[in-house]
C-alpha cells in the first residue's frame, strides 16, 4: 500500500472472543489461517485467484442485523483515536447480491455490498474510533460471502464530510450551525438511548450545562435559541460512563434563527377536521371564493379538461412484464409499476384538487370512483414499495388527498377501506425510513418523493388510525431538522440539478403542507432563501444546466418556473420573478393546481434581471462554481462550470471531482460523456459515472472512485471581480489510495471575457501516467506538434492550448469503453438511439513521472466572431508555469508556481509575491499574495495575503 501510515500499539485476532492470534501492525490477516470460523465451508473452487490459494467460504448469513448476531469473526486491537480503515478482500459472483454486516467496537451494524463481478478485490470499509484503547472488528456474512484477507488501518488523513451512514458530528468547528438554535447530530454507535450534554464551558460544570436524553433518534434540535459565544456538546449511549466525543461550536450575531415551538405547542394546532392537507378548513371558502372570482377565467379550461375524464374506465394493478429474471426485467416491472400508479393515482388527485376548489360535486365524485378503485389494488403487489416506492408512495399520497377533501362524500365503510389501504402503504414506508433516514440521510428516492408522500398520508390519518400521530410527529421532525439533505445554506443540490428538478416541487410544498398543519414555517431556512440565485446561476432561462451527475444538459422548463414564481412571491424576489418572465410559461396551473392558487394570494414582485450580480457564484456546501459572460442573454453567454464536491460520488453524483463544462450560446460544447439510460445499467457502471467520461484527470489509466462519499473533492479558493476570477479545486481524496495519488490541485484563472487558464498540479508517490481529458459532441481537430486541439460546435468554437508539459502524446475515440445501448425503446427519449460522442486525452511524452504540471488555454467564441488569440508563448521556468497569451489589443501573462506555495513570481516583466498572477495593461490580479509590479512600478501594494484583483 502506498502514501499510508499505520498506528497502533498491538493487532489481535480472535474467534468469538476465544482464539487469539497475534499478528504484526499492517500485516494482511490470511482469512483461512483463522482457527475454528465459525459457520464456514471448505471450497476451493476460486483458491487459484485468492492469496496463498485459499479463502473461506460462508453459504449463509442473516438478511437482518441486530444485536442477537453471532459474528462469523471479530478482530480485536488497540488503537489510538482516528478513523479506521478496514479493507477485506472479497468475491461476488453476481452484482448486488452478495453483502456483509460489519461493525466496530459493538456499535450499529452496517452493510457493504460488493459490487465486484467473479473477481476477487479489496473492498475498503471506513469507520471512527471515537476513543483511545482496544477496539474490535467484526464481520457477519449476509448472504453467501467467500472472504480471502483483511488488513486494518488507522489513516492519519482527515474524514470524508460525508457518509453514506452517518460517521461525523455536527455542529462542529468544520460544521458550523446553519440555524439558531443548532441541530445536533451524531453516529449511531448502536445505542436505543443516548444522553447529550451541552454547554458554554468546555470543562461542562453543573451551572452552565444543559442535557437531554434522546430515545432512538440520532439527532436533537435544542429547545432555545443560543446567545453569541462559542459553545460545547458531547454524547455517550444512556447508562454508559465515557462521552464518546467532545465538540464545539460558535453562534454569531449571523446565524440564522429558525425557531420551531415545543410540540405540545404545533401539535395542538393540527386541524382536527378535514381538509388539513396544504389547507386548513376554515380556509375552504375563501379559497373556493378567489377560485370563483378572479381566477375563474384563468382556471375555467383546466376544469373543462378535466370534465372530459369523468367516468373513463380503470385499469387493474396486474402487469404483463415478468417478475424479476435478471436487471433489465426488474427495471422494467419497477418503471411499469410507477407509470401505472402515477396515472392513476395522481387523477385521483387532480379531480380531488378540483373538488376542493370548486366544490362541484362532479369532481369530488369522481375522485371517490378512483380512490375506491385503487383500494383494489393489492399494497403489497405489483404496486408495492417492494416493487416500486414511486409506486407505493405516490398511491399513499394522492389518494390521501382524496380521503382529506373529499372526506363529506365517503361512506363511514368507504372511509374504512381507504383509511385501510392507507395505513397498509404508510407502514411499509414507516417500516423502510423510520429511525433510518436520520442515519442515512443521503438517501435520493426518500427526499425526493417518499418522506412527503409519507408526510402526507400521516396528516391525512392524523388522529384517526393508531400510529398515525407518531407518523406525523416524525415526519415533521426530519423535515424540520435534516431538510435539505445534499447541502447545508447555499441553496444547491449536490445531486445535480436534474434530480433537483425531481425534488423541487416538494422542496416547497412540504413546507406549505407543515406551515398550514403546524405554523412552523420552514421557509425560514437559510437555504430556501438561497435556492433561487442557485438556479438562476445554474439553469438560467434559454441556458442548459451543467449535467454533474446522472440527467441531461437541458434549459429549465414550466417545472422550474413554477417554483420560481413561488421564490419570487414568498421572497419578494425581483430576480426570481425575472426567470419566470423569461421562461415562457405563464400559465402553471397544470404543475399544482391548489398551490398555485394558494401562491395566487401573494403578490410577485416586478421582474428585475440579475445585471448587477457578480458574474460568477460559488457554492461551497456543493463544491460548484458557475460562471457566465451574460447571464441575461443567452445566445450571447459563454457559461464555465465547475465542481469539485464535498459530497463525493455517492447516489445520482458521478467520479466527476476537479471537472468542467463548458457552454457557448445556452449549448454544452465541452461536455459530461455519456448517457443516462438506466441507472446501473452496463453504460451506467463502465463509462457514464467513471471519471474517464468526464474533464478531468486519470492516473496510470485510473480514476476516482465511483459511487462513494469518500471519493470527495473541495473548492478550496474563489474570487470573482468586473475582469478575473480565480477558483481551485483539491481532488486529491477522491482517488483510490492504492494508486498512490499524492496531489490533485486544478485551478482556473478567468481571464474575462474569453480566457480560461486551468493549472494542474499533479504529484503521485511513484513514476506515473497523468492523462487529461477532453469529452465533445463532435470530432476534435488535434495538431500535435503545436499541442492545440480546436473544438468545433454548432454554437461556437473553443481552443485548447497546452503550454505545459513541452511534449504530449494524444489519444483520440469516438467509442465508449462500454456502448451506449438504449435497450428501453421508446420509453427512453422516445425511442433515439445513442449518438458516438469524441474522447481526448493528453499525456507527457516522455513517459511516467511522479510529478507533473499542465498548464492550459482555453478560448471559446461564437460562431458569429472569431479567435482573438493572436500567439500564446511559453514564460515557463523550474520554479514557475507561465503564459503570455497576444490578444489583438493586450498582451495577458498568467503565472503559477510549481510549488503551490507562495512566494515570488516573476514573468513577462511582472513581480509577484504570491502563488499566482494575471496581469496586463488593463488590469490585473494576484493570488494568495500581497503585491504586484511592473518593472519598478509597484501595481498592487500591501494587500493581505488573499486574491484581489484592479482593472476594468
Excluded at 474524514?159 to 468544520?174: G, K, L
Excluded at 439533505?485 to 433537483?500: C, E, H, V
Excluded at 476516482?704 to 471519493?711: F, L, V
Aim: charged letters at 25%.
Amino acid at each position: 500500500m502506498r502514501g499510508m501510515r499505520i498506528i497502533a500499539a498491538s493487532l489481535f485476532l480472535a474467534i468469538n472472543i476465544c482464539v487469539c492470534q497475534e499478528v504484526k501492525v499492517g500485516e494482511v490477516i490470511e482469512a483461512e489461517s483463522i482457527p475454528d470460523m465459525v459457520g464456514a465451508e471448505p471450497e476451493t473452487a476460486y483458491a487459484e485467484g485468492a492469496l496463498g490459494g485459499a479463502y473461506i467460504y460462508f453459504p449463509t448469513g442473516h438478511m437482518k442485523a441486530g444485536d442477537d448476531l453471532k459474528p462469523a469473526l471479530t478482530i480485536r486491537f488497540r488503537s489510538s483515536a482516528g478513523r479506521l480503515a478496514v479493507r477485506a478482500r472479497v468475491l461476488a459472483l453476481s452484482n448486488g447480491t452478495d453483502s456483509f454486516w460489519y461493525r466496530v467496537d459493538g456499535m450499529a451494524w452496517q452493510l457493504s455490498g460488493i459490487p465486484e463481478k467473479k473477481k476477487w478485490a479489496w473492498r475498503e470499509l471506513n469507520l471512527i474510533l471515537f476513543m483511545a484503547g482496544e477496539h474490535t472488528f467484526s464481520i457477519v456474512p449476509r448472504e453467501p460471502l467467500r472472504l480471502d484477507a483483511l488488513e486494518l488501518r488507522i489513516e492519519e488523513t482527515v474524514p470524508a464530510p460525508y457518509h453514506v451512514t452517518r460517521m461525523n458530528c455536527q455542529p462542529s468547528q468544520s460544521k458550523p450551525p446553519m440555524t439558531n438554535p443548532p441541530v445536533l447530530f451524531w453516529p449511531d454507535v448502536g445505542q436505543r438511548k443516548t444522553e447529550i450534554e451541552w454547554s458554554s464551558d468546555a470543562a461542562f460544570p453543573e451551572a452552565a450545562t444543559k442535557s437531554a436524553v434522546i430515545e432512538g433518534d440520532v439527532f436533537y434540535r435544542l429547545p432555545d435559541a443560543l446567545g453569541p459565544g462559542k459553545y460545547f456538546w458531547r454524547f455517550r449511549p444512556a447508562g454508559t460512563e465515557k462521552w464518546l466525543m467532545m465538540n464545539s461550536f460558535e453562534i454569531t450575531a449571523g446565524t440564522p434563527k429558525f425557531i420551531v415551538p415545543k410540540e405540545s405547542e404545533w401539535i395542538a394546532r393540527v386541524p382536527k377536521k378535514h381538509p388539513r392537507i396544504y389547507i386548513r378548513p376554515e380556509d375552504v371558502p375563501r379559497i373556493r371564493a378567489l377560485v370563483k372570482g378572479k381566477l375563474k377565467e384563468e382556471l375555467a379550461g383546466r376544469w373543462r379538461q378535466l370534465a372530459k375524464r369523468i367516468g373513463q374506465e380503470l385499469p387493474s394493478d396486474t402487469s404483463q412484464v415478468e417478475k424479476v429474471v435478471d436487471y433489465k426485467t426488474k427495471c422494467k416491472r419497477r418503471w411499469a409499476s410507477k407509470a401505472l400508479a402515477t396515472r392513476q393515482s395522481r387523477a385521483v388527485e387532480q379531480f380531488a384538487v378540483a373538488y376542493l376548489l370548486t366544490g362541484d360535486e362532479r369532481f369530488g365524485q369522481e375522485a371517490k370512483r378512483r380512490a375506491l378503485h385503487l383500494c383494489q389494488w393489492d399494497p403489497k403487489g405489483f404496486t408495492s414499495h417492494k416493487v416500486s416506492d414511486f409506486a407505493n408512495g405516490w398511491t399513499l399520497e394522492y389518494c390521501a388527498m382524496a380521503y382529506d377533501y373529499c372526506y363529506d362524500l365517503f361512506t363511514p365503510e368507504e372511509r374504512t377501506r381507504l383509511r385501510d389501504m392507507l395505513k397498509a402503504r404508510a407502514e411499509q414506508i414507516w417500516k423502510s425510513y423510520h429511525q433510518r433516514i436520520d442515519r442515512h440521510f443521503l438517501h435520493a428516492h426518500g427526499w425526493q418523493h417518499i418522506i412527503p408522500s409519507f408526510g402526507v398520508g400521516a396528516l391525512a390519518l392524523y388522529g384517526e388510525v393508531p400510529g398515525a400521530e407518531e407518523w406525523f410527529k416524525y415526519f415533521v421532525n426530519i423535515w424540520t431538522c435534516i431538510y435539505p439533505p445534499w447541502s447545508r445554506t447555499d441553496g444547491g443540490w449536490a445531486n445535480g440539478i436534474g434530480y433537483y428538478s425531481t425534488a423541487m416541487f416538494n422542496s416547497v410544498g412540504m413546507p406549505q403542507l407543515i406551515k398550514s398543519a403546524t405554523g412552523i414555517d420552514t421557509m425560514e431556512k437559510p437555504w430556501h432563501k438561497n435556492a433561487a440565485r442557485f438556479l438562476i446561476y445554474g439553469m438560467p432561462p434559454g441556458i442548459c444546466r451543467p449535467s454533474f451527475g446522472d440527467g441531461s444538459p437541458a434549459p429549465p422548463n414550466k417545472r422550474h418556473a413554477f417554483l420560481m414564481d413561488y421564490y419570487a412571491r414568498r421572497y419578494a424576489d425581483p430576480q426570481a420573478a425575472w426567470y419566470v418572465q423569461n421562461c415562457g410559461f405563464p400559465r402553471l396551473w397544470s404543475i399544482n393546481e391548489l398551490l398555485a392558487v394558494l401562491w395566487s394570494e401573494m403578490p410577485r414582485p416586478d421582474p428585475k434581471p440579475p445585471m448587477d450580480w457578480p458574474k460568477a457564484e460559488c457554492f461551497p456546501d456543493i463544491g460548484w462554481v458557475l460562471s457566465h459572460t451574460d447571464i441575461t442573454n443567452p445566445k450571447d453567454d459563454i457559461t464555465f462550470a465547475f465542481k469539485s464536491s464535498p459530497f463525493g460520488s455517492y447516489s445520482h453524483m458521478h467520479a466527476d471531482q476537479n471537472s468542467f463544462v463548458l457552454q457557448i450560446g445556452g449549448k454544452p460544447v465541452c461536455i459530461d460523456s455519456g448517457y443516462y439510460i438506466a441507472y446501473g445499467d452496463d453504460h451506467f457502471k463502465g463509462w457514464y459515472i467513471l471519471t474517464k467520461a468526464h474533464n478531468s484527470i486519470l492516473i496510470d489509466g485510473e480514476g476516482q472512485t465511483p459511487h462513494s462519499t469518500e471519493a470527495y473533492g473541495r473548492i478550496t479558493d474563489f474570487y470573482t471581480s468586473a475582469r478575473f476570477d480565480y477558483y481551485c479545486g483539491d481532488a486529491t481524496t477522491a482517488y483510490p489510495k492504492e494508486l498512490g495519488l499524492k496531489r490533485f490541485k486544478r485551478h482556473v484563472l478567468y481571464v474575462r471575457p474569453d480566457i480560461f487558464v486551468i493549472y494542474d498540479e499533479l504529484e503521485a508517490d511513484h513514476d506515473a501516467r497523468f492523462d487529461w481529458l477532453l469529452h465533445t459532441y463532435s470530432k476534435m481537430t488535434i495538431d500535435p506538434r503545436t499541442r492545440t486541439v480546436l473544438v468545433s460546435e454548432e454554437t461556437g468554437d473553443v481552443s485548447v492550448q497546452f503550454v505545459r508539459p513541452a511534449k504530449l502524446s494524444f489519444e483520440q475515440t469516438d467509442q465508449f469503453d462500454v456502448p451506449a445501448v438504449n435497450w428501453r425503446g421508446k420509453g427512453w427519449r422516445r425511442g433515439m438511439k445513442p449518438a458516438n460522442q469524441w474522447h481526448m486525452k493528453a499525456w507527457p511524452e516522455k513517459g511516467k513521472r511522479k510529478s507533473v504540471r499542465f498548464l492550459t488555454v482555453l478560448h471559446p467564441w461564437h460562431k458569429d466572431s472569431q479567435s482573438r488569440i493572436t500567439k500564446i508563448e511559453d514564460l515557463s521556468t523550474d520554479e514557475i508555469c507561465a503564459v503570455r497569451i497576444g490578444l489583438a489589443d493586450e498582451d495577458v501573462v498568467v503565472a503559477f508556481r510549481r510549488d503551490g506555495k507562495r512566494g515570488k513570481v516573476a514573468a513577462g516583466g511582472y513581480e509577484a509575491d504570491a502563488f499566482a498572477f494575471a496581469a496586463s495593461e488593463k488590469g490585473y490580479c494576484v493570488v494568495r499574495g500581497s503585491s504586484l509590479k511592473r518593472g519598478d512600478n509597484p501595481l498592487i501594494e500591501a494587500n493581505p495575503a488573499g486574491t484581489t484583483a484592479s482593472g476594468p
